[in-house]
């Protein structure tokens, strides 16, 4: 038996090659299949990379609104951050030009800013609130694909509003909510108050520093009369009073000076623990960049990199502001520990700013190319990753040297006055206590004096930054309470980028596919194989010719011996489509030789059946090859998700040979999961070897009323 089918084979194969003309039939026939794979394939590749000409038209009605003394109009904002936006074709125009150009097919979409979009916007801060809404509209006679990336279109201008608008609302109405009170204006006057406290502080900063000066050069007074005491005791109860009565008064505003001071360092520790967590959002945006960049997500990429500037220039001036201060406190201190640690502060500034200018260079490419430099984005992850673990260095270095020194200062003023006060208290006491404590108070009045002139140096070493801090608060109207809590507390804008962004999200792939195309490579490949398959049938004889010697051969014999020239081409069919999907087209490949063994085997099975179903049904069998390619396409799940399909479709998906070959090169393509690689072979075997037997049981049988039915045919005049 297997040396007639060889025969058969042969016969076929020698009559191929001896004709030039047949020849070069075969030859278009295995590869004009793949022509069908390949064109589709490109012309899918990358459908969104145009989308900077697909015009949509963009009014702005936006009236703007004032909310707590600032103008805020979110209408041009939007217009301002679309016009560098060049991943749509945005088209600035009155509302009358719009509604007409998406009448005619000018624009494929309308966005429309309405008149109180602002007022809507902030109405947050009003007692009713109204969410705000945007008018959007769309031509969908023109084109689907388009519908769809003017959706984007629309997505991706709401995340820009939420990202930059709703962020400035959230700033000015929580700028209001501050450590002095929950309520701001029932709260008022103590904020007015403590404004006046620290402006008197200043104005008579100098008074207490006399009355300091006076306390020391008392109690050297107090010294000397301690040394002739005999003669002086009830002079120097006198002195001992007058300096109490000082001490006493300078006591409460002290403690003043030293809360204020110790809040001071307190918010550098905390500014420092919130631009840490500013660079860790950094690190997450340019993981988020990372992955959009290799999903092709070309519209949410622009959005990143705004929000990768934004936290940046956030961190870039909170670090500023520590500089400053310290850098203040440090011109009359000249502490070693400070100067290493504003060197070191300014260098994690200098590294902020070039790492925006980094950003602002992958930005820039990226309009020009659609494309993000690799390297240099790695280059700054990898220097973002290095600035978080200096500024924890920093903040550990702060807390440990840093924040004690500055600590010191507060600590021995209150000290000193405390033992100014207690020794002076026991002075009152030193006729009760006798000779004895002479010598006692001859060394507390000395530490007085020691303890007093320190303290008068340390309120030196701050009259400049009190004195600042109260020239601005003189400069603000009692009305304006937002602007006398911005002095006197951090910026709030950590609080109103959390409400608008309340969390990020971290988007991890599975078997990445770069582009489109690559992602709908095994639906175009396998039809084309099936209709490589089909084409064979119709194009060649599916019963062997007669020749001599073959009297013997049997109907099954036959069968078999002309299946093996159909497969013989069906497999170069299947290697030319997988061979120059990858090499000609570049679809993405995990693992080529996979690839070509997935579609030799969907030849081998799709020839099978078709040769199968026309060799034993005639046309009938063709007609039989063309259903189910219709129904394969709808029913194996190659484009669209099986679930949404109609519930009949995916009942019989798991029968369709379609659903394993597309399988098969998915798993080539994305990455092979073993299992379901041997699975798709399995099922693609198993289902060859199905028909095989069904055709050699159903051959003889029907071949006399196959054949009178295509003689019948024949002879009405429409068939072959």
């Known amino acids: 038996m297997l040396k007639h089918i060889i025969k058969i084979f042969k016969k076929d194969m020698k009559n191929v090659f001896k004709n030039p003309i047949t020849t070069l039939i075969v030859t278009g026939v295995c590869i004009l299949p793949s022509l069908y794979a390949w064109v589709n394939i490109k012309a899918c590749w990358d459908p969104y990379g145009n989308a900077k000409n697909i015009p949509v038209a963009i009014v702005n009605e936006d009236n703007g609104i004032n909310i707590m003394g600032k103008y805020i109009n ?20 009155n509302s009358k030009n719009a509604d007409m150009g998406i009448v005619d097919g000018t624009y494929y979409a309308i966005i429309k800013i309405p008149a109180n979009f602002s007022k809507d916007l902030t109405s947050l801060t009003s007692p009713s609130p109204t969410k705000p809404e945007i008018e959007y509209k769309v031509n969908t006679k023109n084109s689907p694909v388009a519908i769809k990336i003017t959706d984007s279109a629309r997505n991706s201008l709401t995340d820009q509003i939420k990202s930059n608008f709703v962020y400035t609302v959230n700033e000015s109405i929580f700028s209001s909510l501050n450590p002095i009170a929950k309520d701001i204006y029932s709260n008022k006057q103590s904020i007015i108050n403590l404004k006046d406290s620290i402006i008197k502080l200043s104005d008579n900063i100098d008074i207490i520093s006399n009355i300091l000066s006076s306390i020391n050069s008392n109690s050297n007074g107090l010294n000397s009369i301690l040394k002739n005491i005999e003669s002086t005791i009830p002079l120097s109860n006198s002195n001992i009073s007058s300096i109490e009565d000082n001490n006493y008064s300078t006591n409460s505003s002290i403690l003043s000076i030293q809360s204020e001071m110790n809040d001071s360092f307190s918010n550098i520790e905390l500014n420092l623990e919130t631009a840490k967590s500013d660079i860790c959002r950094i690190q997450e945006l340019i993981q988020t960049l990372n992955l959009s960049s290799s999903n092709s997500k070309h519209i ?70 659609a494309n993000i430099n690799k390297s240099l984005l790695d280059s700054t992850a990898n220097d973002i990753a290095n600035l978080y673990n200096k500024l924890t260095d920093e903040i550990y270095d702060y807390n440990n040297n840093v924040k004690n020194n500055l600590n010191l200062l507060s600590n021995e003023m209150i000290e000193s006055t405390k033992q100014a006060s207690s020794l002076l208290e026991l002075s009152k006491k030193f006729n009760t206590y006798g000779e004895n404590s002479i010598n006692t108070l001859l060394n507390g009045t000395q530490l007085t004096a020691q303890s007093s002139n320190k303290l008068n140096n340390r309120l030196y070493d701050f009259k400049n930054q009190i004195n600042n801090l109260a020239n601005k ?24 980028n959390f409400i608008s962004n309340p969390f990020n999200i971290k988007e991890q792939n599975i078997y990445t596919i770069s582009n489109f195309g690559s992602a709908m490579a095994p639906a175009y490949t396998t039809l084309a194989i099936w209709v490589g398959s089909i084409v064979l049938v119709a194009i060649f004889k599916t019963d062997a010719d007669r020749f001599k010697g073959d009297e013997n051969f049997t109907p099954k014999e036959r069968y078999l011996g002309k299946m093996s020239t159909f497969i013989a081409f069906a497999l170069t069919q299947g290697f030319v489509v997988a061979f120059g999907d990858r090499f000609l087209i570049n679809v993405q490949m995990a693992n080529t030789f996979l690839a070509i063994i997935v579609a030799l085997i969907s030849a081998f099975t799709f020839t099978v059946i078709t040769y199968t179903l026309v060799s034993i049904f005639g046309n009938g069998g063709k007609a039989m090859s063309i259903i189910l390619i219709i129904t394969q396409i709808f029913g194996s799940g190659a484009t669209y998700p099986i679930q949404l399909d109609p519930h009949i479709f995916q009942i019989i998906q798991p029968l369709l040979p379609f659903t394993y070959s597309v399988s098969g090169f998915r798993e080539a393509i994305a ?39 295509k003689t019948n045919l024949k002879k009405s005049g429409i068939g072959d």
């Open 300 to 369: 949410n990429v622009d959005i990143t990199i705004d929000k990768i500037e934004n936290e940046i220039d956030i961190s870039y001036n909170r670090i500023s502001r520590i500089i400053n201060f310290l850098t203040k406190v440090n011109y009359v201190i000249k502490n070693v520990h400070i100067s290493n640690f504003i060197n070191s502060m300014k260098n994690i500034k200098n590294t902020l700013s070039s790492e925006k200018n980094k950003i602002n260079n992958i930005k820039q490419q990226f309009d020009n190319t």
């Open 671 to 709: 990455g092979p999961l073993v299992s379901s690689v041997f699975i798709d072979f399995t099922f693609m075997i198993l289902t060859s070897i199905f028909f095989i037997i069904l055709g050699l049981f159903l051959k003889k049988p029907l071949q006399n009323k196959i054949y009178k039915i």
């Open 473 to 496: 608060l003189k400069l603000t109207n009692n009305n304006d309470i937002i602007q006398i809590l911005t002095i006197l507390q951090d910026d709030p804008s950590l609080i109103g």
């Open 74 to 93: 979110a209408g041009n904002k939007i217009v301002e951050k679309l016009k560098n936006n060049h991943k749509i074709g945005w088209k600035f125009v």
